[in-house]
């Protein structure tokens, strides 16, 4: 990236002063903390046979870690890597389970509704600055920009390193397109002719309501990361500044303010107004429960996290992707969501954890995750040109545009930067729920979220 172009340093200064701000709280712990001078309980010698455990979400494109472990153990006989995993919906209480009866996981991220200012704030985590400098670990040597690493620094300390970098953009249907002789989206994210209304505009053209649900079809599915940052899109901050300086807890919400509920306006819209979008019901009538209805083919544009193009080589038509359309703020027009790989305070073996962590960082390991996990977006900059070129039918140098585009106006997303927010997340679903529904209107429902997220912090 050139030097006159915005750098991750630059994209993640927002998380950056929250978590140099963290060092009041409880924090982690050190690995001198773990091992005494002179035990060989975490040094890994030639002699010791140890066995470590990597806690992950109970899904393929987690999972798949295990068919990475045999080439690991063979390189290094002195180490087992146990795999131990959890629905998403149980990730977090497990794991606190697991803690709580001595038998705490060694590695993990935080692939639950908790973020690492949860994590760090409950003191769960290892400070592993000695142990990255006593195992010689440095980012260059895997690709891993600096920039990335500051974003799990407090005060110089590192708790946690980047494995993979998902971004937000559009997936789009091809074949929807060509059938409303619409022109496909743009992928470069400076073209500011495709805006948010561009957007809704194409939607109704594809848009077909039908008493025959099978002949029913939607223009556009617009998520948009987790509900409490969507106001961010069309510049409306639901949470006060000093959030990133306080420790990720804001003194002030403003989640019942005039801003913040007409941004909420425009993505309800896209439901109820327009009707260009799907309510719950539908999406879960015509893919099932846990199922994707753009992924079914009744969806012409989906905007969410990069995950989504995770199998795309197998859908049923042609799919494109381009930039996250302009809400009308020139900072944000999408949230990231870097993963980051951490060794708990209470892991007795953290050089082991160490090694595994590094040997999942190699272009090798990173590239020939991407095809494991079925697509997986790699933290190192080498394998991630083998990341571009994954997905057929897609020109990689869209899925290139949309990745640089997407961190250039990137914002990290708020699940990783504040404190409580499993609650948070979950008081947001069953709140919003009436209005997705169509049951209740945002202006009966804010006031109580903006209670409830003021009694939630000041716990």
Known sequence: MKKNRKTFGTLFAASALLLTTLAGCSGGKSVEDVASPGSNSSSGGKGDKVTITYYT???EDRTFVEKLIPDFEKEHPNIKVKMEKAPYEQFDSKLQTLIAGNKSPDITSHYG????????????????????????FKA???????????????????????????????????????????????????????????????????TVHSDDITKTQYGVD?????????PLYFGADPYSADTWTNGGVPSETHFDSPEVIAAYHKFFDLIFKDKVSPNTEWSKSVAGQNGDPFVAGKIGMSVGGSWIMAGSNDFPFK???????WGGNDKVRSPLFVDPLLILKDSKHPKEAMEFIKFLLTTEVQEKSIELSGGNPPVNTKAAETYYKHFEGVDPED?????????????????????????????????????????????????????????????
């Open 57 to 59: 979400i109970d899904s």
């Open 113 to 136: 509704y908790g973020g690492f200012a949860e994590y760090y704030n409950k003191g769960m985590l290892m400070d592993l600055t000695d142990l990255m400098q006593e195992t010689g």
């Open 140 to 206: 260059e040597d895997y690709n891993i920009p600096e920039h990335l690493m500051d974003i799990y620094k407090v005060k110089d300390h590192t708790y946690g390193i980047p494995l993979n970098m998902y971004v937000t953009l559009m997936m789009y249907n091809k074949d929807m397109f060509d059938a409303a002789k619409l022109s496909y989206p743009p992928s470069d994210y400076e073209d500011k002719s495709w805006t948010f209304d561009k957007m809704v505009e194409d939607a109704k053209k594809m």
């Open 222 to 230: 617009f998520t948009w990361s987790e509900r409490d940052m969507r």
């Open 319 to 325: 799919v494109g992707v381009a930039a996250v359309p």
């Open 399 to 459: 899925v290139k545009k949309v990745y640089e585009g997407a961190v250039k106006y990137g914002y990290e997303s708020f699940n990783h930067l504040i404190v409580h927010y499993s609650q948070i997340n979950d008081m947001f679903i069953n709140e919003l729920q009436p209005v997705e529904t169509g049951h209740k209107t945002l202006e009966e429902v804010m006031g109580t979220i903006q209670k409830k997220v003021t009694e939630i912090i000041k716990r």
